[in-house]
């Protein structure tokens, strides 16, 4: 199992690599898209992971199937999705001040200036482009993720950051689980 690195380790403070288009299908990347989506299923309150998160300085990002549901009516959830090499090719100037916490870094949670909308190119795990656009939440977690890949951190920016109980921090994940 892999271990979600936490802030301090320098890993999360570099730029990741691009991964070049023939490399997408090898055992090796795919390996570390298994390894990101195990991680990020293990956690309640995960939506996204980075391969930073996991030691891997690579631009790939995954997105929790839960923080997808809202999109689909139904109450089955969603694939994972898979983002390699991501960029935001448009985001709006309309921002909203966001909760928010990461993986990396346990027990603190701060607000956040996003954009409210995005959209986001990057290619899949099979090595197909895609686009999509997001709002709110999976917009404010492209952001974050994005940001990852930069070495950029969300305390980084965060206006107001503090620590929290950890029963305060799941009461937070399950109003944002409720939107
Ligand atoms: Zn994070």
């Known amino acids: 199992m892999r271990k979600i690195i936490q802030i301090g380790n320098k890993m999360l403070r570099e730029t990741a690599k691009d991964i070049s288009l023939k490399d997408i299908k090898t055992v090796k990347i795919q390996k570390i898209i298994q390894d990101m989506k195990e991680a990020l299923v293990k956690e309640a309150d995960g939506v996204g992971l980075a391969a930073p998160q996991i030691g891997k300085s690579l631009r790939i990002f995954v997105i929790s199937g839960k923080a997808l549901k809202e999109k689909d009516k139904e109450e089955k959830v ?74 950029i951190l969300f305390t980084d920016k965060a206006e107001v950051s503090k620590e929290i109980s950890k029963d305060e921090w799941n009461h937070r994940k399950e109003i944002i689980n409720e939107q």
Not at 87 to 108: F, H, N, V, Y
Not at 128 to 141: D, P
């Open 78 to 151: 969603s694939e994972d999705l898979v983002f390699i090499n991501p960029a935001i090719t448009k985001q709006s100037r309309k921002k909203e001040l966001m909760d928010e916490g990461c993986l990396s870094i346990r027990g603190r949670y701060g607000k956040v200036t996003r954009s409210s909308q995005v959209t986001i190119r990057a290619y899949d795990e099979n090595g197909k482009r895609f686009e999509r656009g997001a709002s709110s939440l999976l917009a404010q977690i492209f952001q974050h993720e994005v940001d990852h890949l930069d070495g």
